[in-house]
C-alpha cells in the first residue's frame, strides 16, 4: 500500500491496494493451516491418535484469516 501511494494519489488505488494485500495475507495465513503435520515414523494408531487432539481445520482456518484481518 505504501508503494502504491508513492506513485498514485487516487483514493480508489491505495483502497484497492489496501485490499488485496489484506485478501492475500488472509489467505496465505489460512493455507498454511492445512499442513500435514504428522510424522511418518509414527504408526496408524498413533497417527489417528494425534490427529483427534488437533482442532476442526476449517475453523482453523477460519480463525487464522480473520485474525490476520483484524
Known sequence: MIGVGA???????MILSEVAGLDAGACSMAIGELRDGSNDNMGVEERNAE????????????????SFAV
Open 51 to 66: 490427529k483427534e487432539k488437533l482442532p476442526n481445520p476449517w475453523h482453523a482456518i477460519g480463525a487464522s484469516a480473520l
Open 7 to 13: 506513485v498514485q494519489t487516487d483514493f480508489k488505488s
